[in-house]
Protein backbone atom coordinates (compact mmCIF):
# COMPACT_ATOMS: atom_id res chain seq x y z
CA UNK A 1 0.00 0.00 0.00
CA UNK A 2 1.22 3.51 -1.12
CA UNK A 3 -0.91 6.53 -0.36
CA UNK A 4 1.24 10.03 -1.19
CA UNK A 5 -0.32 13.53 -0.25
CA UNK A 6 0.38 16.79 -1.61
CA UNK A 7 -1.11 20.21 -2.17
CA UNK A 8 -0.41 20.94 1.07
CA UNK A 9 1.21 24.50 2.27
CA UNK A 10 0.70 28.19 3.96
CA UNK A 11 -2.47 30.17 3.15
CA UNK A 12 -4.12 32.66 4.83
CA UNK A 13 -7.57 32.44 6.16
CA UNK A 14 -10.39 32.22 4.35
CA UNK A 15 -8.62 30.59 1.35
CA UNK A 16 -8.78 27.43 -0.02
CA UNK A 17 -6.21 24.05 -0.99
CA UNK A 18 -6.95 21.24 -2.53
CA UNK A 19 -5.23 17.90 -1.33
CA UNK A 20 -4.56 15.25 -3.39
CA UNK A 21 -4.04 11.28 -2.42
CA UNK A 22 -2.29 9.92 -5.04
CA UNK A 23 -2.70 5.28 -4.40
CA UNK A 24 -1.28 2.35 -5.42
CA UNK A 25 -0.39 -0.83 -4.46
CA UNK A 26 -4.10 -2.12 -3.45
CA UNK A 27 -7.81 -2.16 -5.20
CA UNK A 28 -8.69 1.38 -4.58
CA UNK A 29 -11.82 1.23 -6.24
CA UNK A 30 -13.08 -1.48 -3.60
CA UNK A 31 -12.26 0.71 -0.39
CA UNK A 32 -13.40 3.06 1.73
CA UNK A 33 -11.12 6.45 2.23
CA UNK A 34 -10.59 8.58 4.63
CA UNK A 35 -8.56 12.23 5.49
CA UNK A 36 -7.58 12.83 8.78
CA UNK A 37 -5.27 15.54 10.29
CA UNK A 38 -2.91 15.56 13.51
CA UNK A 39 -2.54 19.59 14.95
CA UNK A 40 0.46 19.85 17.60
CA UNK A 41 -0.10 18.46 20.90
CA UNK A 42 -3.34 16.85 19.90
CA UNK A 43 -4.32 13.49 18.58
CA UNK A 44 -5.06 12.13 14.56
CA UNK A 45 -8.76 13.17 14.06
CA UNK A 46 -11.04 11.86 11.47
CA UNK A 47 -11.52 14.76 9.24
CA UNK A 48 -13.85 13.18 6.34
CA UNK A 49 -14.93 9.66 4.67
CA UNK A 50 -15.99 8.59 1.48
CA UNK A 51 -17.40 5.33 0.40
CA UNK A 52 -15.35 3.00 -2.35
CA UNK A 53 -18.17 4.46 -4.82
CA UNK A 54 -18.11 8.07 -4.23
CA UNK A 55 -21.81 8.07 -3.41
CA UNK A 56 -21.94 8.96 -0.05
CA UNK A 57 -19.38 10.87 2.14
CA UNK A 58 -18.96 12.37 5.80
CA UNK A 59 -17.50 15.02 6.98
CA UNK A 60 -16.80 16.17 10.69
CA UNK A 61 -18.75 18.78 12.07
CA UNK A 62 -15.68 21.07 12.53
CA UNK A 63 -15.38 20.94 8.60
CA UNK A 64 -19.26 20.58 7.38
CA UNK A 65 -19.81 23.02 5.02
CA UNK A 66 -16.33 24.36 4.34
CA UNK A 67 -14.43 21.08 3.11
CA UNK A 68 -15.48 18.14 0.57
CA UNK A 69 -14.42 14.79 -0.03
CA UNK A 70 -14.36 13.10 -3.22
CA UNK A 71 -12.34 10.76 -5.06
CA UNK A 72 -11.45 9.54 -8.91
CA UNK A 73 -11.40 5.80 -9.30
CA UNK A 74 -9.83 5.72 -12.79
CA UNK A 75 -7.09 7.67 -11.20
CA UNK A 76 -6.71 6.05 -7.72
CA UNK A 77 -6.67 9.48 -6.01
CA UNK A 78 -8.53 11.06 -3.16
CA UNK A 79 -8.90 14.89 -2.73
CA UNK A 80 -10.07 16.78 -0.04
CA UNK A 81 -11.20 20.46 -1.16
CA UNK A 82 -10.98 22.96 1.57
CA UNK A 83 -12.54 26.47 1.69
CA UNK A 84 -12.52 29.09 3.98
CA UNK A 85 -9.70 27.68 5.93
CA UNK A 86 -8.97 29.40 9.59
CA UNK A 87 -6.51 28.67 11.95
CA UNK A 88 -7.32 26.21 13.62
CA UNK A 89 -7.31 24.30 10.42
CA UNK A 90 -3.80 24.28 10.71
CA UNK A 91 -2.31 20.48 11.10
CA UNK A 92 -0.46 17.39 9.15
CA UNK A 93 -3.22 16.30 7.14
CA UNK A 94 -3.38 12.41 6.24
CA UNK A 95 -5.06 10.21 3.55
CA UNK A 96 -6.00 6.65 5.18
CA UNK A 97 -7.20 3.41 3.46
CA UNK A 98 -9.81 2.14 5.80
CA UNK A 99 -7.96 3.91 8.85
CA UNK A 100 -5.11 1.29 9.17
CA UNK A 101 -2.48 2.46 6.44
CA UNK A 102 -1.62 6.11 5.90
CA UNK A 103 0.48 8.14 4.46
CA UNK A 104 3.65 10.46 5.15
CA UNK A 105 0.96 13.62 5.69
CA UNK A 106 0.94 17.11 3.91
CA UNK A 107 1.67 20.11 6.66
CA UNK A 108 -1.58 22.70 5.92
CA UNK A 109 -0.58 26.02 7.84
CA UNK A 110 -3.30 28.83 7.97
CA UNK A 111 -1.85 32.01 8.66
CA UNK A 112 -2.07 35.59 8.22
Known amino acids: VQLVESGGGLVQPGKSLRLSCAAS????????MSWYRQAPGKERELVATITSNGESAFHASSVKGRFTISRDNAKQTLYLQMNSLKPEDTAVYYCSKGGNSWGQGTQVTVSS
Open 25 to 32: GFTFITHV
